[in-house]
């Protein structure tokens, strides 16, 4: 059975797509086939654009129904758009796809959807799905200021829900940061118990929107693969 995590974020637009995209890009070149599942995407007009952008960083031939079983029309959570639109979203289907996943690739990327207590079901969150799946987390957060809430609201929600956490990863640092930019990974670390695994650049060219991956595989992917590669297999690691 392969190894999985969950992409999770502070917020909507942060960056999982991206990260969870990235990661696969850096599995690929450690030589470890990676599987991307996203158990519901909402906001879909026409293509899912969350999964399109997973499938082309993965280079899986499996379908995009088997990365995403459920898409929604409305830009809402999962658990609205599906009730709204009449869609009743089966946890069972979810973990069964999901074990799909696992039993053929030796690393499974799941996206959530916004953030940790976004419902994806009733009122069974991702952090619920987390832990049903038995995910630890990558939290994804923002370079500027506001995200130490958002980072440590983030990180206590899911220990307080007995969640691992693998580390925080900042996505679009700007190239000329400001003093809030500078001083919010000491800041979350010291205080989140939790390690800043990687500072990624705003990469150019790249729109999860438009399917462009712009400069995404000039960053070194493989760098931080490997580092949370190391922390899914070890139980026990100095934060
Ligand atoms: N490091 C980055 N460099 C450039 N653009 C980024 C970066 N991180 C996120 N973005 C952009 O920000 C927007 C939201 O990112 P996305 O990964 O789709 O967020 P989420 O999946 O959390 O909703 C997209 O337009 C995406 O291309
Ligand atoms: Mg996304």
Not at 25 to 33: A, D, E, S, T, Y
Not at 49 to 57: G, I, S, T
Not at 72 to 82: K, T
Request: glycine share 12%; with cysteine.
């Amino acid at each position: 059975m392969g190894k999985a995590l969950m992409v999770t974020a502070t917020d909507t637009g942060v960056g999982k797509t991206v990260v969870a995209g990235g990661l696969a890009v850096g599995f690929r070149r450690m030589g470890l086939q990676t599987g991307v599942f996203k158990p519901a995407e909402s906001g879909v007009v026409g293509e899912p654009l969350d999964a399109l952008f997973l499938k082309m960083c993965s280079n899986t031939p499996r379908s995009l129904e088997e990365v995403v079983p459920y898409t929604l029309r409305e830009p809402l959570a999962p658990a609205v758009a599906a009730e709204r639109e009449g869609v009743g979203i089966d946890l069972v289907l979810i973990g069964g796809r999901f074990r799909k996943w696992i039993e053929a690739y030796p690393i499974t990327l799941v996206e959530g959807a916004g953030g940790l207590l976004v419902p994806l079901t009733g009122s069974f969150t991702y952090a619920d799905l987390a832990r049903w799946l038995d995910l630890p987390l990558l939290i994804v957060s923002r370079p500027s200021l506001g995200t130490i809430n958002h980072t440590l609201l983030t990180v206590r929600v899911a220990r307080a829900m007995g969640l691992r956490v693998l580390g925080v990863v900042i996505s679009g640092y700007p190239e000329e940061p400001g003093v809030a930019e500078e001083t919010n990974p000491a800041v979350i670390e010291r205080m989140g118990h939790v390690k800043v695994l990687a500072l990624i650049p705003y990469i150019p060219g790249l729109s999860t929107e438009k399917g462009e991956l712009g400069d995404l595989e000039v960053y070194p992917w493989e760098e931080l693969a490997a580092e949370v590669w190391e922390r899914l297999k070890s139980k026990w690691v100095e934060e």
